[in-house]
């Protein structure tokens, strides 16, 4: 059974730093693209960056020169690093394939940035 499970989120103040994990199991994830993904409360889920299975990576706008992607492949795992966090960054955050795939979805982390 394939799961996904994120970890590493919590509260923090604005100008803070959080370091999400996505832990892969049940098969290997190293031959795909993996994003982290994020949904606030009333809003649409959305894709906040990619990583590629060599390591390039790519991620929105809103997160620019703030957040950085990363994969250990031996690990079979993916971070999302978010440096000078802000109030509009809190969500809860997933990570999936990209494209994501439905079954895929884990439980997510709650990140929560007060100012």
């Known amino acids: 059974q394939v799961q996904l499970v994120e970890s590493g989120g919590g509260l923090v103040q604005a100008g803070e730093s959080l370091r999400l994990s996505c832990a892969a199991s049940?098969?290997?994830?190293?031959?795909?693209?993996m994003g982290w993904y994020r949904q606030a409360p009333g809003k649409q889920r959305e894709l906040v960056g990619v990583?590629?299975?060599?390591?390039?990576?790519i991620t929105a706008n809103s997160v620019k020169g703030r957040f950085t992607i990363s994969r250990d492949n031996a690990k079979n795992t993916v971070y999302l690093q978010m440096n000078s966090l802000k109030p509009e960054d809190t969500a809860v955050y997933y990570c999936?394939?990209?494209?994501?795939?439905?079954?895929?979805w884990g439980q997510g982390t709650q990140v929560t940035v007060s100012s």
């Open positions: 990583i590629t299975s060599v390591g390039s990576t």
């Open positions: 999936n394939t990209v494209p994501n795939i439905r079954n895929y």
């Open positions: 049940g098969r290997t994830f190293s031959i795909n693209a």
